[in-house]
Structure formats: C-alpha cells, structure tokens
C-alpha cells in the first residue's frame, strides 16, 4: 500500500508538468485538417451570397459568411497557407489559392488600416510559400493603399473612419498588426517610406497608448491639428481603464515584428514588458487563456477569450529567439496545450472552426463565446513556430 501511495504520490506530482507539455503538432494539425475539411463541405452549402467570401464565426447556430472586406476575410485562407504549409498536400494549395484570389480588389481599399490582416495573412503567406509574384504586387498596392492613411502631423495611421463625432482621428492597438505589410513592401520595393511609416507609427503609439503597469488602451483619439492626444479610451473592453484581453495580445505581437524588423532594442524591451504584464497578472487563469478583460469585476463568471491566447502563444514562442527563451516557450507551450485540451471545437462541429469559447465585442453584445477564424488562424501559427523552437 505504502508504494502505491508512493507512486500515486509521483503521479499527482507530474500533472502540471505534464499539464505543460506542448500537443503533439502533427496530430493537431490533422485535426485542423479535418476541421477544415469541414468547413470547406458547408461554404458550398451555401447559397444565394456569392459577395460572401469567408467564413467569420458562427451566429445564431450558423455558419456566418463574410464579405472581402471585412477585417476578418483574410484568416480563414492563411489557415489554408498554413495546412499546406505544414503538409505540403496541394489539395491545401489549391484551396488556399482559390480563398486568397477571393480578396484580390482589397489590395486598392483605402477605408481601413486592417489591409495587413486582410492581406498579408492571405497574399503574404501564399508569397512566401510559393514566390508568386502575383501576390508580391498584391502586397505592394495593399501598402501604398496603407499608406494613404497615414497623417505626418499625427505621426500614425487611421484606423478607423466611422463615429466622426465621437473621435476625430483614433487609433487602435490593433494597428500594430498591420505593420507588417509596410515592412514587407519595403523589402519588395527598395522604398523606404513604407518601413519610416511603420517606425513612426509604431513609435508614437508606444509614447500614447500605454500605461505604467504597459498594459494598453484601447483607442486613442488625436487631433489632426497639431496631433496632440485628445483622449485615450477601451471601446471593446469592459472599461476605459481597464485591460482588454485581445489589445494586449495585439500589442504585444505588434511589437515583436517591429523588432524583428527593425531590431531596435525598444521594441523589444517593450515586447518583454507586455508579456510580463500578461503572464503574471493576477486575474490570469491558470491554464492562461484569459478572461475577455483582465478587470471585468465579474471574474470568473464572464467569457474567455481563446483568441488573445492564440495570439499571445504566437507571439511568445517568436519572442523566445530574441531574448531567453526558456520562460517564453514554456508559457506558450502551455498556451497551446490548454487551447488543445480544453478549447477545442467538436471533431467536424462549430461548422468547421478549431477552437471555441473566444469573445469578440463583449460590450456591443458581438461574437461571445464563440468560435473566431482569428483564434484559428493562430492557434495555427503558433503550433507551426512551436516547431521551430526547442
């Protein structure tokens, strides 16, 4: 009996390590597939929407399709990169190719700063995997259209354009994310502009957006003017003050490119301290998928977000072969273990999406507790970056 209990002792002792251990990429990735494969069945289901192009969430138990120039009309076809990426199968190309095509007009939209989710999340990853140099002028035009809402006085790029009597100029942290597009058109182009665009936006939004604890917020609205901060807001989080879960992600993902791009030790030091901020807030669950708003007083009786953590596990596992390593793998492995375990839709469910129980604009009622094609799309990458780390 002692060593019985002596081994159920050893066992007990084991689960969090165990509870750590990375998933086994090759049998997520097949899970994604059938996923996939399972979406790919109910869009042609569909009918009587051709302007519908990708597949956003589900709504009221439906499969809710997207027009291409919707901020989210990009990640479903970077999944498709990415499974053809990981699996080579040019059943996963032709697809991935079909869904990208799709977006193509996006590339002359100048009414949004999201072109780099729309884009480069399609049209980048089918360059890099299959040099087309289609795509490479498809990723310059997106830029220059980028570009276009860039303001030198403001030193940042609108965001968005809507509410005009609320803000005169805001900017999002999600902006961050767009940068990268302006870095990959300077490389495809010589131009430079591009790449001071990026540095200067990504400079004053880490004057503006970020408080002491480098938590962010939401928006900030500036005066075209003189380009001085007219106010500083959370318009998806639970409060002005307060962290939202998916900004925070954002931010710190946003300036981990810029460093990779840039290697300007900021960027990276301001990376290291928005990861500290998430990884040890106290209202951070332990399996680290967090709630929507790390300060929603409902704690924990309100929604997850599996999404900030997708994207968070991404940006840890980049973030580790920049600096040392070993504490950013292991949150991101265990990230990514409590996604697969826990998070994950039904074999064939959830019309096809991978992971459930993320939360999109609580206070607008929007997207709660759903599945989101962001949440897949880096769930995805980072299963794909985790193989590259030790």
């Not at 980048?124 to 040099?131: E, I, M, P, S």
């Not at 639970?238 to 840039?262: F, K, M, N, P, V």
């Not at 949150?331 to 996604?339: E, N, P, R, T, V």
């Amino acid at each position: 009996m002692r060593y019985f209990l002596g081994l159920l002792f050893l066992f007990v002792q084991s689960l969090p390590s165990m509870a750590q251990k990375r998933p086994n990429v090759g049998e997520e990735i097949k899970f994604a597939q059938v996923q996939a494969e399972q979406m790919l069945l109910e869009i042609k289901g569909i009918t009587g929407s051709p302007e519908k192009v990708s597949p956003r969430t589900i709504e009221n138990g439906k499969l809710k399709m997207v027009i291409s120039r919707d901020w989210t009309s990009g990640f479903f076809p970077g999944v498709l990169w990415y499974l053809y990426d990981y699996t080579q199968d040019p059943k996963w190309l032709k697809e991935a190719q079909s869904f990208t095509a799709k977006l193509e007009k996006e590339q002359f939209n100048t009414g949004t700063h999201d072109l780099g989710f729309m884009i480069y999340c399609s049209f980048g990853n089918g360059y890099r995997l299959t040099k087309d140099e289609a795509y490479k002028d498809v990723i310059i035009q997106a830029a220059k259209s980028l570009s276009t809402r860039f303001n030198p006085t403001t030193g940042v790029i609108r965001s968005w354009d809507h509410n005009r009597d609320k803000w005169e100029y805001p900017v999002i942290i999600d902006n961050m994310m767009n940068l990268e597009l302006l870095f990959e058109a300077t490389r495809f182009t010589g131009d430079s502009s591009f790449y001071k665009i990026a540095v200067k936006h990504a400079d004053i939004t880490l004057k503006n957006h970020f408080r002491p604890d480098y938590s962010s917020f939401h928006v900030v609205d500036y005066s075209p003017a003189d380009g001085s901060v007219r106010s500083r807001v959370t318009h998806q989080g639970y409060a002005d003050e307060s962290a939202w879960a998916r900004g925070q992600a954002w931010g710190l993902y946003g300036y981990i490119i810029c460093y990779r791009e840039t290697k300007d030790p900021r960027y990276l030091q301001q990376a290291k301290n928005i990861a500290g901020f998430i990884l040890n807030h106290p209202n951070l669950p332990k399996d680290l998928v967090p709630y929507w708003d790390y300060n929603d007083p409902g704690i924990p009786n309100t929604s997850r977000d599996a999404s900030a953590a997708a994207i968070t596990a991404s940006a840890l596992y980049e973030l580790a072969g920049y600096t040392d390593s070993t504490p950013y793998v292991k949150k991101a492995d265990a990230i990514l273990s409590s996604l697969s375990r826990s998070y994950k839709s039904p074999l064939r469910g959830n019309s096809g999406f991978i992971l459930q129980h993320s939360t999109g604009h609580r206070p607008a009622n929007s997207e709660i507790d759903v599945p989101i094609n962001y949440a897949d799309y880096y769930y995805v990458e980072a299963l794909l970056r985790s193989k590259k780390v030790k």
